[in-house]
């Protein structure tokens, strides 16, 4: 062999002394090939540095090699997300298969070249996201998608049973009454949060504190919806008017349902942020005021585990989110899995410092467990 010869599964084969056919079914552990060939032959393949053409298996199987992957476009800057694609790309791969990213802001008037679709936390009313699943292509989502199409396996985590737990451990640690910021129920996962939030409040007879931010919130729209918690009062639950002379501010007020009565009611002690990012820009803000207020997030990242104190969060485990919903794609696309298939992902609770409070603060608050 030339040193300068492409190495391709002929050359596997003439190297190995079996034909064509043989070395390609030994590759593939298909065929009648002996075990003894089939070591041969993989043996050669290795030596010569043999890698199969994907392209050509792909157009054998009426496969494009690819599949598309859509994520929020709002929502790309997020280290959930970028870990989630990670996880997509890394299965892919696995399975020789490349990724298309598709964002909300790409109108087409086809449907993508890909073989599948997984779609990263669907908002509902995304038109892109409609048209993709009208394409027929078939699609694994993660979380379900919050409209009247489904997609055909769908990855999910029992975000409400999570949220009570930490809720619990709030209650434990001394808070009588967290207040939520929370993205609105555009996607399953923020109406899950939500939904748990008032089921566990309701369980404890305690009145709802919670303010609704965009999906894309600034920092400023979530300072000033955790400015407005701050400010509710056991009464009406009127915000307070600390930072709310602003447009984002006045626009929470009146969108929010802040809310409290007799019973249940009195002043937040504790805060968790549902939205990613949104417990570390609100940290700062908690500090200044001197608010004794116990603080988690509902996605964990690099930044809550590093903030100071490190923040009480609920570990998403977005990698193996992504590879979850990748691997079950491949799964419909072979048959192995059948559509309607829906499985639960895992996800943790991590107990950090800012849910720990200090001793002169346990002997301050009303009704803390020391």
Not at 123 to 152: H, K, N, W
Not at 231 to 256: I, V
Not at 305 to 322: H, N, S, V, Y
Request: glycine share 12%; net charge negative; charged share 20%.
């Amino acid at each position: 062999m030339q040193a300068d010869e492409p190495v391709t599964i002929l050359t596997v084969a003439r190297e190995a002394g079996v034909s064509k056919t043989t070395a390609s079914d030994a590759l593939r552990g298909s065929g009648r090939v002996s075990e003894r060939t089939r070591e041969t032959v993989v043996a050669v393949a290795e030596r010569l540095g043999y890698v199969p053409n994907g392209s050509a298996r792909h157009l054998r199987k009426a496969s494009t090699g690819t599949i598309g992957l859509h994520v929020p476009e709002v929502l790309t800057r997020s280290s959930y997300y970028m870990s989630f694609v990670f996880g997509v790309v890394e299965q892919a791969a696995r399975h020789d298969y490349d990724v298309t990213l598709i964002t909300s802001g790409q109108r087409r008037a086809r449907p993508p070249r890909v073989d599948g679709l997984v779609l990263g936390d669907p908002l509902g009313g995304d038109p892109v996201v409609e048209s993709l699943m009208a394409t027929g292509l078939p699609a694994v989502s993660c979380e379900r998608f919050p409209g009247a199409r489904q997609a055909d396996g769908v990855v999910w985590s029992e975000h409400a049973v999570m949220l009570a737990r930490l809720l619990g451990h709030l209650r434990s640690a001394g808070a009588a009454r967290p207040g939520l910021i929370v993205a609105g129920d555009e996607s399953d996962w923020a109406a899950s949060v939500h939904r748990g939030y008032q089921e566990w409040c309701a369980g404890q007879g305690i009145v709802p504190l919670v303010r609704r931010v965009s999906f894309d919130a600034t920092g400023d729209e979530v300072r000033a919806a955790a400015r407005a918690l701050l400010g509710a009062d056991g009464g009406d639950g009127a915000p307070g008017t600390a930072g709310d002379a602003s447009s984002a501010g006045r626009a929470l007020a009146a969108a929010g349902d802040a809310s409290g009565t007799a019973g249940g009611g009195g002043p937040m002690d504790a805060l968790v942020c549902a939205p990613a990012g949104a417990a570390t820009e609100v940290a700062p803000l908690l500090r200044e005021a001197g608010a004794s207020v116990l603080l988690a997030s509902c996605v964990d990242s690099a930044a809550t585990r590093m903030a100071d104190p490190p923040i009480t969060a609920i570990d998403l485990r977005p990698r193996e989110a992504g590879a979850s919903c990748a691997e079950l794609l491949f799964e419909l696309l072979s048959g192995a899995a059948q559509p309607g298939t829906e499985r639960v992902h895992p996800i943790e609770l991590e107990i950090r410092a800012s849910t720990t409070p200090r001793p002169e603060e346990a002997g301050a608050r009303p009704g803390h467990a020391r």
